[in-house]
């Protein structure tokens, strides 16, 4: 007979949020990554059109994490 754990609705929760975080990291990783391919002045230029079409609130989001990695 199998056993199963229940959790508490606290502990599942805690869970929840982690596995959500460790997803929102990953993804910004590799967000970071494809941005730091766009090197050169022509590249930067068309990330810069890119971004002018994009929705603005994603734009926003791309523009901080590039300032951010300029800082680093």
Request: net charge negative; aromatic share 4%; hydrophobic share 40%.
């Amino acid at each position: 007979m199998e056993h199963y754990t229940l959790l508490s609705p606290r502990w599942a929760a805690a869970r929840d949020e982690l596995s959500a975080r460790r997803a929102a990291r990953a993804s910004r990783k590799t967000l970071e990554r494809e941005l730091a391919s766009f090197s050169t002045p022509d590249d930067q230029s068309e990330l810069d059109a890119i971004l002018h079409r994009a929705d603005p609130a994603a734009a926003d989001e791309i523009r901080h994490v590039i300032d951010c990695s300029h800082v680093a």
